[in-house]
């Protein structure tokens, strides 16, 4: 029986991964986590996630970049920030969550065809062009590239929508949105300069 | 021993240029700085030594002052704080003034701050100019001796307290025991067995409070505040409030009966020693074992003194021996001591301030402190683990860290919970056998048999999980049963856990009113609140205010064995001051001369120590207050007053003697 | 006359619309005015600073530079875009750097109509975004609303969802562990709060209903579980997303004994407006996937 070796040495580890992660909250806070454990316990989505939050921001510090860039853990969070007013360290844990979530898609170390990521990419793309996003659309989209099977017991639900008038089938857009794509592009030059949350 | 007349002879200075190993050495070229001493006026000798404050160091310039008949002494080394004294003293030692010395310090202000040699040398060659100038100019000054009052007071009545008192008072000094509360005994008297070794706490604690109320030499007033304090080391003037408790102290034999006899049948009180999970009646004894052993009264819940109606069967009771005295009130009195050992003790983290655990709220949560009572044989509940509910428990958790180790309430450790839980932990599961989770961040077991009480509470049984909970909820339709989530970062997955009882580990913090009572003794608090000792590793025990000691949790948060440790340091270091019968002041005082004072007042309230006053038209400081700030030095505006050892003269000199390169 | 702007966010206009619908009707029928802000863009919710940081910093900033212009107060009934656009403006005030970079950007590239003409669009920092549930306790009153009350939902018992993010980590208008302006604005229409509801600030599952449906189920099932188990008729929520996660897939989950789960899950607006005599059709109440009508049944109806 084949068998896997689980030791993983020292040049396993991205130390430059390691350092921007630190460095992402200041004073070298993400050094002082004492691993109480109070994020990934407090965190609704733990219960599904591959490593929680204490355990992914561990393997951070610690530079295991493709570990932490190709979990799920990163994209199940939804933002509910129960992390963060827990952490007797006070880390904000939410927002180093969407640092990784950025890191993961800028790096291309996402898992591929996951239906978070690519729901974050084309929202982030119908709101560019248009300046708003409109639901069924963004689903639609999400359905196409992730695998239309897994939307189809959605119909039922889509199909109440329509009833109920609860869905516009009109793409929204406003008024000026050649100005906002201009305003988007313009900040995008920056990316370099963005102060840390 | 005999001085060398210097007076207004030729000054003959030594100098000595310290190495510091390498401290100095490393930065400072000390051989260039010896020669250039060596030229500088004055100058009869300049050496330069490895570790000036060695004895063979010390020994040099004793030599020196010997056989050189050197009548002034510059040492070049580190701070005065550090050394003065020694050099002071070996100068002393060598037959000259003590204050016919000057110490400049080159490592703190030279070698430690700069990194270029040249740049260093030279800094430190001109400091060492200006201190040989200037101790040209020194006088022989006295340090002035004023007696000690030899009787002492302690500042609460906790088991820190009354090992100090012990301590003191087998020493034979008359000690005066302070304690706010009814009876002393403090937070020990309200816990069930101690860590490590499960000794009854009551059975430990009652014979030392026992001793202390047979004592001859402790005075313990208890229902007692100090309110103010006055004077300085040596010759404090305490004043000290005694609150009512409504009995003649001395004609109460602590029979109780008068509880018994009191109107009401059941106590309708919160019963504060037991934490509110009791009832108390108005007149009651806060535990069986209290010393002294005499009742009281709170007017807050007596009939008498919310209507002046009551049948007082309480005094009936009592008719022999007329102990109840419902008019009796507050008195105060100044007691006077050479030292002061406040013992003030702690308070446990309000564990309301989380609302996520749920106290107050839930009625299964418990605080660690009311799990003490619950488990004591002499508790609200005799002993028997009984929850609110009525039910007793089958499934406990006990969380760690509960307002500890966290920035959003107190950043420290409190040091003693981790022990307590697994004393919590085993008396539990002796008495109920039920399934006990202990829920950690770390374990701190440090001290001594405290690593293998751990081993002992983990053979018997009690889970262990490595994660801090994050949530407690009633489970939906049961709300007795109280769901913990946390993640069990050792296995690496998130844990629901149902139980029906919950300890909290609360934290120990200072005091509610450490504040104001730290501005009562002139001392001062360090971060987390609790009263600052003058230095962490080296002097644990005293603060910055002489002739005032600290001991037990006032200080930060410890267990009994180390409280008893600081206790008995504490006592020795008041009986050390106490015991060398006199204080020695610091000659550094300011001075009025007189002909030259207007008597404008500017001085008076300056002065941050209230040692000067005004009589017959001009300013007086009491020598033995002055601390030598120099506060009215500064802004006399006719320079009527000087300053010893600050004299202008002598700080022109040093000016002088720095700036001769610039 | 209370004036206010109002922020609808993209749900708002999709399967939120009974929010707004009842959203502007109870604000009418309290004597407030409430305009839509013009040309408001998506606030970026939290899928956009995802992929970017600062362009989701730019696109909130737009609408609180938008909303600006009038002076008046930003009505944002959704809870994440009132987050965002908090968040937002808390960071912008706190760094000037950033300010400074974004604000640049926008006074180069975005216009506002002034009159016949477009200026260019500042931002200066002054404006307030508010939850409806800040507007209704703190500027217009729980009294006040009371004393409009015809038609007290007496018997039915609602239990108060907030959700996470008007809670945290910003809770400028109600207590962070425990809030309460929810069940203070639902006691004054006459009905019985659930004052026992401990997951009343866990998280609905936001987005992953979409993307990760059987995540989204998961914890959605353990909230409504835990509130039918806690004896509520009805759930009230604050949030279109919070609304559409509690109620879409009801028909997919079974309750603890194997029924099926019905549990309505109503706008706290609508139901206010239930209390103040409006009608159903009015409130968005014909629009619900699981019918409120049995719930509401608890007490005599005035239709």
């Known amino acids: 029986m084949a068998t896997e070796v689980m030791v993983r040495s020292e040049s396993d580890r991205d130390v430059e991964f390691a350092a921007w992660f630190t460095g992402l909250v200041g004073e070298q806070k993400l050094r002082a986590c004492i691993h109480c454990g109070l994020c990934s316990g407090s965190c609704p989505l733990a219960r599904h996630m591959d490593f929680g939050p204490r355990k992914l921001m561990y393997l951070a510090r610690e530079g295991f970049a493709d570990d932490v860039l190709g979990s799920d853990t990163i994209w199940l969070c939804t933002s509910c920030y129960a992390c963060t007013v827990s952490c007797p360290q006070q880390i904000p844990v939410t927002d180093v969550m969407y640092a990784l979530k950025r890191k993961a898609i800028e790096s291309g170390k996402a898992p591929k065809h996951h239906p978070v990521p690519v729901m974050a990419k084309s929202f982030a793309k119908m709101v560019r062009r248009r300046g708003r996003m409109t639901e069924v659309f963004l689903i639609a989209g999400l359905a196409l590239r992730s695998g239309i099977h897994r939307y189809l017991g959605m119909t039922g639900m889509g199909l109440n929508a329509l009833r109920t008038g609860r869905v516009s089938l009109r793409r929204d857009s406003i008024k000026r949105h050649d100005e906002l794509t201009r305003l988007l592009d313009a900040v995008a030059a920056h990316r370099e300069k963005v102060t840390r949350p | ?662 | 006359m209370r004036e206010y702007d109002y922020y609808p966010g993209c749900s708002l206009k999709g399967t939120g619309k009974p929010y707004e619908e009842s959203l502007l009707a109870v604000f009418d029928a309290l004597g407030a005015r409430v305009d839509e802000l013009e040309d408001w863009n998506c606030c970026g919710a939290t899928a956009y600073m995802a992929v970017d940081e600062l362009e989701a910093v730019a696109l909130a900033t737009r609408n609180l530079a938008l909303a600006e212009q009038s002076g008046r107060d930003l009505l944002t009934p959704c809870n994440a875009c009132w987050l965002v656009l908090n968040k937002t403006a808390g960071r912008l005030s706190n760094d000037t750097g950033l300010h400074n970079l974004v604000c640049t950007a926008l006074e180069s590239t975005c216009t506002v109509p002034r009159g016949e003409e477009a200026a260019p669009l500042t931002y200066t920092g002054s404006v307030s975004v508010r939850h409806p549930l800040d507007v209704l306790i703190n500027d217009i009153g729980v009294d006040a609303i009371t004393a409009k009350v015809t038609n007290p939902l007496q018997g039915i018992t609602v239990a108060p969802y907030y959700g996470c993010q008007i809670v945290r980590p910003l809770s400028p208008f109600d207590n962070q562990d425990n809030p309460v302006t929810m069940d203070s604005l639902l006691g004054a229409t006459g009905c019985t709060v659930l004052e026992d509801y401990p997951f009343k600030t866990r998280c609905c599952g936001a987005s992953q209903m979409m993307t990760m449906p059987d995540v989204g189920l998961d914890l959605v099932s353990m909230l409504l579980a835990d509130a039918a188990a806690r004896g509520a008729d009805i759930v009230a929520v604050a949030c279109p997303l919070c609304q559409f996660n509690l109620e879409a897939y009801q028909g997919r989950l079974s309750g603890g004994n194997g029924e099926p789960v019905e549990m309505p899950i109503l706008y706290f607006t609508q139901l206010i407006g239930l209390a103040l005599g409006i009608d159903k059709k009015t409130l968005g109440l014909g629009r619900s996937f699981v019918n409120p009508e049995r719930a509401l049944a608890g007490r005599s109806l005035d239709e």
């Open chain 2, 1 to 662: 021993m005999s001085e060398l007349s210097a007076g207004n002879g030729t000054p003959r200075v030594g100098v000595y240029v310290c190495h510091c190993g390498t401290n100095i050495s490393a930065t400072i070229d000390v051989v260039a700085a010896q020669q250039a001493a060596e030229t500088l006026p004055g100058v009869v000798i300049s050496r330069e030594y490895k570790y000036m404050c060695s004895d063979p160091g010390q020994e040099i310039i004793k030599k020196d002052i010997h056989d050189l008949d050197l009548n002034r002494v510059v040492v070049a080394s580190c701070s005065p704080c550090l050394h003065e004294e020694t050099f002071r003293k070996a100068v002393a030692d060598g037959g000259l003034n003590p204050y016919y010395f000057q110490m400049v310090n080159i490592r703190e202000h030279a070698a430690w701050v700069h990194k270029d040699m040249a740049a260093a040398t030279a800094k430190a060659n001109d400091l060492i100019r200006a201190a040989v100038r200037r101790v040209r100019l020194h006088q022989p000054l006295e340090a002035r001796r004023v007696p000690v009052d030899p009787n002492v007071m302690v500042v609460g009545g906790g088991i820190a307290g009354i090992h100090a008192a012990l301590t003191m008072a087998d020493a034979g000094k008359h000690v005066y025991l302070v304690e706010r509360e009814p009876s002393i005994g403090g937070h020990m008297a309200m816990f069930d067995k101690t860590f490590p070794t499960l000794d009854c706490a009551a059975c430990i604690l009652t014979p030392k409070m026992t001793r202390v109320r047979a004592h001859p030499n402790i005075e313990t007033m208890t229902m007692s505040e100090v309110t103010a304090v006055d004077g300085f080391v040596g010759n404090y003037t305490v004043t000290v409030r005694h609150n009512p408790r409504f009995i003649i102290e001395d004609a109460c034999v602590g029979c109780l009966e008068c509880i018994d006899a009191c109107v009401f049948r059941n106590g309708k009180t919160q019963d504060e020693f037991n934490l509110g999970l009791s009832k108390r009646k108005p007149i009651y004894i806060p535990f069986p074992q209290a010393v002294p052993q005499v009742v009281l009264i709170d007017p807050a819940g007596c009939i008498e003194f919310r209507t002046g109606k009551c049948k007082k069967t309480c005094v009936e009771v009592c008719a022999e021996r007329n102990a109840i005295d419902f008019q009796q009130e507050a008195t105060t009195e100044d007691i006077t001591v050479g030292a002061v050992i406040v013992a003030t003790g702690f308070e446990t983290f309000d564990a309301t301030r989380l609302p996520r655990y749920g106290y107050g709220n839930l009625d299964g949560v418990y605080t660690a402190l009311e799990v003490e009572r619950l488990v004591n044989a002499s508790g609200p509940t005799d002993g028997e683990i009984v929850l609110r509910n009525g039910r007793k428990p089958e499934a406990i958790g006990v969380i760690h860290c509960i307002g500890s180790r966290d920035k959003n309430t107190n950043e420290y450790c409190s040091r003693v919970c981790c022990m307590y839980s697994l004393k919590l932990s085993h008396l539990l599961k002796e008495k109920t056998d039920a399934e006990i989770y202990e829920f950690y961040i770390d374990m701190r077991t440090a001290g001594k048999g405290f690593e293998e009480f751990y081993n002992r509470v983990a053979e018997e049984g009690i889970h262990f999980i490595r994660g801090k909970v994050a949530d407690v909820y009633p489970e939906a339709g049961n709300p007795d049963k109280l769901v913990l989530q946390a993640e069990d970062t050792l296995a690496g997955m998130v844990r629901q856990i149902p139980v029906d009882m919950v300890v909290l580990a609360t934290g120990l913090e200072p005091r509610q009113d450490a504040e104001d009572v730290r501005r009562t003794f002139n001392i001062t608090c360090s971060g987390g609140g609790f009263f600052m000792e003058r230095h962490p590793k080296l002097a644990p025990v005293s603060t910055f205010t002489d002739g005032v000691f600290l001991a037990g949790a006032c200080q930060g948060p410890k267990d009994i064995p180390d409280t008893v440790a600081q206790a008995g340091a504490a006592a020795a270091e008041a009986l050390a001051l106490i015991d060398a019968g006199f204080i020695e002041l610091e000659p550094n005082t300011a001075f009025v001369v007189e002909e030259n004072c207007s008597g404008c007042k500017t001085c008076v309230g300056l002065c941050p120590f209230n040692s000067i006053s005004y009589a017959d038209g001009k300013a007086q400081i009491n020598e033995v207050l002055c601390k030598g700030c120099g506060t009215c030095v500064a802004a006399c505006p006719s320079g009527a007053i000087r300053q010893n050892l600050f004299d202008d003269d002598e700080i022109f000199e040093e000016i002088a003697g720095v700036l001769t390169n610039a």
